[in-house]
Protein backbone atom coordinates (compact mmCIF):
# COMPACT_ATOMS: atom_id res chain seq x y z
CA UNK A 1 0.00 0.00 0.00
CA UNK A 2 1.89 3.59 -1.29
CA UNK A 3 1.59 5.70 1.63
CA UNK A 4 3.10 8.98 2.53
CA UNK A 5 4.20 10.78 5.94
CA UNK A 6 4.80 14.25 6.46
CA UNK A 7 7.03 15.91 9.02
CA UNK A 8 9.12 18.73 9.75
CA UNK A 9 6.60 21.66 9.97
CA UNK A 10 6.41 23.71 12.69
CA UNK A 11 6.57 27.59 13.99
CA UNK A 12 9.63 29.22 12.31
CA UNK A 13 10.42 32.69 12.80
CA UNK A 14 11.38 35.07 9.68
CA UNK A 15 14.78 34.23 7.74
CA UNK A 16 14.82 30.98 9.59
CA UNK A 17 15.27 27.92 7.65
CA UNK A 18 13.50 23.97 8.02
CA UNK A 19 13.88 20.75 6.17
CA UNK A 20 10.26 18.68 5.49
CA UNK A 21 10.39 15.37 5.06
CA UNK A 22 7.75 13.07 3.61
CA UNK A 23 8.33 8.74 4.32
CA UNK A 24 7.44 6.83 1.78
CA UNK A 25 6.07 3.43 1.73
CA UNK A 26 5.05 0.75 -0.59
CA UNK A 27 6.93 2.31 -3.63
CA UNK A 28 10.43 4.18 -4.12
CA UNK A 29 10.56 7.75 -3.64
CA UNK A 30 13.66 7.36 -6.42
CA UNK A 31 12.39 5.41 -9.30
CA UNK A 32 9.41 7.91 -9.87
CA UNK A 33 8.53 12.02 -10.12
CA UNK A 34 7.85 13.72 -6.79
CA UNK A 35 6.91 16.89 -5.78
CA UNK A 36 6.08 19.55 -3.12
CA UNK A 37 2.62 21.20 -3.28
CA UNK A 38 1.98 23.71 -0.76
CA UNK A 39 -2.05 25.48 0.41
CA UNK A 40 -1.59 29.00 2.03
CA UNK A 41 -4.14 29.83 4.63
CA UNK A 42 -8.07 30.61 2.20
CA UNK A 43 -5.88 29.68 -0.90
CA UNK A 44 -5.82 27.33 -3.38
CA UNK A 45 -2.94 24.54 -4.05
CA UNK A 46 0.48 25.64 -5.74
CA UNK A 47 2.70 23.38 -7.05
CA UNK A 48 6.49 24.33 -5.27
CA UNK A 49 8.82 21.55 -6.42
CA UNK A 50 9.54 18.38 -8.41
CA UNK A 51 12.54 15.70 -8.45
CA UNK A 52 12.61 14.01 -11.29
CA UNK A 53 13.27 9.69 -11.27
CA UNK A 54 16.62 10.68 -13.13
CA UNK A 55 17.45 13.35 -10.34
CA UNK A 56 16.48 16.31 -12.39
CA UNK A 57 15.02 19.47 -9.81
CA UNK A 58 12.93 21.89 -11.46
CA UNK A 59 10.69 24.67 -8.96
CA UNK A 60 8.02 27.70 -9.22
CA UNK A 61 9.32 31.03 -9.28
CA UNK A 62 7.80 31.72 -6.22
CA UNK A 63 10.28 29.67 -4.22
CA UNK A 64 13.36 28.99 -6.86
CA UNK A 65 16.40 30.11 -4.99
CA UNK A 66 15.26 29.09 -1.51
CA UNK A 67 13.41 25.65 -1.84
CA UNK A 68 15.86 22.85 -2.12
CA UNK A 69 13.97 19.35 -3.50
CA UNK A 70 15.94 16.21 -2.62
CA UNK A 71 15.47 12.49 -1.74
CA UNK A 72 17.22 9.69 -0.15
CA UNK A 73 17.24 6.02 -1.41
CA UNK A 74 18.27 3.94 1.04
CA UNK A 75 15.04 6.25 3.56
CA UNK A 76 12.75 6.56 0.58
CA UNK A 77 12.34 9.66 1.79
CA UNK A 78 11.50 12.84 -0.20
CA UNK A 79 12.82 16.39 1.69
CA UNK A 80 12.08 20.12 1.23
CA UNK A 81 14.98 22.30 2.79
CA UNK A 82 13.67 25.75 3.03
CA UNK A 83 15.87 28.90 4.22
CA UNK A 84 15.06 32.62 4.37
CA UNK A 85 11.40 31.79 5.27
CA UNK A 86 9.09 34.82 4.74
CA UNK A 87 5.35 34.80 6.43
CA UNK A 88 4.00 34.39 3.08
CA UNK A 89 5.50 30.88 3.16
CA UNK A 90 3.26 29.93 5.51
CA UNK A 91 1.06 26.66 4.63
CA UNK A 92 0.28 23.52 5.05
CA UNK A 93 2.85 20.77 2.54
CA UNK A 94 1.97 18.38 0.86
CA UNK A 95 4.11 16.27 -0.71
CA UNK A 96 2.90 13.86 -3.87
CA UNK A 97 3.61 11.35 -5.94
CA UNK A 98 3.08 11.20 -10.37
CA UNK A 99 2.65 7.42 -11.10
CA UNK A 100 5.22 5.28 -12.53
CA UNK A 101 3.22 5.01 -15.66
CA UNK A 102 4.39 7.43 -19.45
CA UNK A 103 1.57 9.79 -18.92
CA UNK A 104 2.19 9.72 -15.17
CA UNK A 105 4.04 12.91 -14.79
CA UNK A 106 0.90 15.22 -16.17
CA UNK A 107 -0.96 14.29 -12.45
CA UNK A 108 -0.51 13.38 -8.99
CA UNK A 109 -1.59 9.81 -7.76
CA UNK A 110 -0.83 10.00 -4.19
CA UNK A 111 -0.81 12.16 -1.65
CA UNK A 112 0.12 12.98 2.08
CA UNK A 113 -1.73 14.57 4.79
CA UNK A 114 0.51 17.61 5.13
CA UNK A 115 2.38 19.21 7.46
CA UNK A 116 1.54 23.37 8.45
CA UNK A 117 4.65 25.28 8.45
CA UNK A 118 3.89 28.98 9.92
CA UNK A 119 6.65 31.82 9.92
CA UNK A 120 6.26 34.41 12.32
CA UNK A 121 7.95 36.52 15.12
CA UNK B 1 1.53 33.31 -14.53
CA UNK B 2 -1.09 30.62 -15.66
CA UNK B 3 -4.34 30.78 -13.87
CA UNK B 4 -7.48 28.12 -13.70
CA UNK B 5 -10.89 29.34 -12.43
CA UNK B 6 -13.22 27.58 -10.72
CA UNK B 7 -16.45 28.74 -8.95
CA UNK B 8 -16.00 29.20 -4.89
CA UNK B 9 -18.76 26.94 -4.14
CA UNK B 10 -21.23 24.69 -6.06
CA UNK B 11 -24.32 23.47 -4.49
CA UNK B 12 -26.63 20.40 -5.08
CA UNK B 13 -29.35 18.24 -3.54
CA UNK B 14 -28.72 14.81 -3.04
CA UNK B 15 -29.06 12.56 -5.73
CA UNK B 16 -28.99 15.52 -8.18
CA UNK B 17 -25.85 16.05 -11.11
CA UNK B 18 -23.36 18.04 -9.80
CA UNK B 19 -21.10 20.35 -12.35
CA UNK B 20 -17.97 22.16 -11.16
CA UNK B 21 -16.05 23.82 -14.03
CA UNK B 22 -12.42 24.88 -14.33
CA UNK B 23 -11.10 26.63 -17.28
CA UNK B 24 -8.23 28.62 -18.37
CA UNK B 25 -6.06 29.75 -21.63
CA UNK B 26 -5.68 27.52 -24.01
CA UNK B 27 -6.96 24.56 -21.72
CA UNK B 28 -7.47 22.76 -24.95
CA UNK B 29 -3.74 21.44 -25.11
CA UNK B 30 -2.86 20.73 -21.88
CA UNK B 31 -3.88 17.70 -19.64
CA UNK B 32 -6.13 18.01 -16.80
CA UNK B 33 -7.17 16.51 -13.90
CA UNK B 34 -9.03 17.04 -10.42
CA UNK B 35 -8.76 16.26 -6.71
CA UNK B 36 -11.24 15.33 -3.94
CA UNK B 37 -10.31 16.70 -1.02
CA UNK B 38 -11.90 15.80 2.51
CA UNK B 39 -10.94 17.90 5.99
CA UNK B 40 -8.84 15.39 7.31
CA UNK B 41 -7.86 13.42 4.90
CA UNK B 42 -5.51 13.12 1.74
CA UNK B 43 -6.28 14.46 -1.77
CA UNK B 44 -7.72 11.85 -3.95
CA UNK B 45 -7.61 11.51 -8.25
CA UNK B 46 -10.85 11.50 -9.49
CA UNK B 47 -10.29 12.28 -12.96
CA UNK B 48 -7.15 11.81 -14.85
CA UNK B 49 -6.20 12.96 -18.55
CA UNK B 50 -9.14 14.84 -19.02
CA UNK B 51 -11.86 12.09 -18.64
CA UNK B 52 -10.41 9.12 -17.10
CA UNK B 53 -11.43 7.60 -13.55
CA UNK B 54 -8.84 6.08 -11.60
CA UNK B 55 -9.75 2.34 -10.16
CA UNK B 56 -11.80 3.16 -7.10
CA UNK B 57 -13.78 5.90 -8.54
CA UNK B 58 -16.97 5.11 -8.81
CA UNK B 59 -18.83 6.00 -12.21
CA UNK B 60 -21.03 8.53 -10.75
CA UNK B 61 -17.41 10.74 -11.45
CA UNK B 62 -16.95 12.03 -14.98
CA UNK B 63 -14.49 14.57 -16.66
CA UNK B 64 -15.09 15.87 -20.25
CA UNK B 65 -13.33 18.99 -21.88
CA UNK B 66 -14.60 21.76 -24.52
CA UNK B 67 -12.35 24.30 -25.48
CA UNK B 68 -10.48 26.26 -22.77
CA UNK B 69 -13.16 24.20 -20.14
CA UNK B 70 -12.91 21.24 -18.53
CA UNK B 71 -16.41 20.34 -16.19
CA UNK B 72 -16.48 17.66 -13.32
CA UNK B 73 -19.83 16.30 -13.34
CA UNK B 74 -21.83 13.98 -10.48
CA UNK B 75 -24.66 12.23 -11.25
CA UNK B 76 -26.42 10.91 -8.49
CA UNK B 77 -24.62 13.22 -5.82
CA UNK B 78 -24.25 11.59 -2.46
CA UNK B 79 -23.85 12.94 1.02
CA UNK B 80 -20.51 11.54 1.16
CA UNK B 81 -18.99 13.51 -1.77
CA UNK B 82 -19.32 16.95 -0.24
CA UNK B 83 -15.63 18.18 -0.91
CA UNK B 84 -13.15 20.46 -1.94
CA UNK B 85 -12.74 20.05 -5.43
CA UNK B 86 -9.53 21.41 -7.59
CA UNK B 87 -9.08 21.30 -11.06
CA UNK B 88 -5.21 20.97 -12.31
CA UNK B 89 -3.51 21.55 -15.57
CA UNK B 90 -0.28 20.55 -16.91
CA UNK B 91 1.90 21.31 -19.71
CA UNK B 92 5.58 21.51 -20.25
CA UNK B 93 6.11 25.23 -19.83
CA UNK B 94 3.75 25.95 -16.76
CA UNK B 95 4.17 22.51 -15.37
CA UNK B 96 1.47 21.48 -12.56
CA UNK B 97 -1.10 24.19 -12.00
CA UNK B 98 -4.30 24.13 -9.64
CA UNK B 99 -7.15 25.75 -9.99
CA UNK B 100 -8.69 27.85 -6.97
CA UNK B 101 -10.60 24.76 -5.40
CA UNK B 102 -14.93 24.44 -5.38
CA UNK B 103 -16.27 23.55 -2.15
CA UNK B 104 -18.99 21.19 -3.06
CA UNK B 105 -21.88 21.15 -0.65
CA UNK B 106 -24.85 18.48 -0.87
CA UNK B 107 -27.88 19.96 0.64
Known amino acids: EVQLVESGGGLIQPGGSLRLSCAAS????????MSWVRQAPGKGLEWVAV???????YYADSVKGRFTISRDYSENTLYLQIISLRAEDTAVYYC???????????????WGQGTLVTVSS | SYELTQPPSVSVSPGQTATITCSGD??????TCWYQKKPGQSHVLVIY???KRPSGIPERFSGSKSGNTVTLTITETQPLDEADYYC??????????FGGGTNLTVL
Open chain 1, 96 to 110: ARSPEIPTGKYFFDY
Open chain 1, 26 to 33: GFSVSSTY
Open chain 1, 51 to 57: IYSGGST
Open chain 2, 26 to 31: KLENKN
Open chain 2, 49 to 51: QDS
Open chain 2, 88 to 97: QAWDSRTLWV
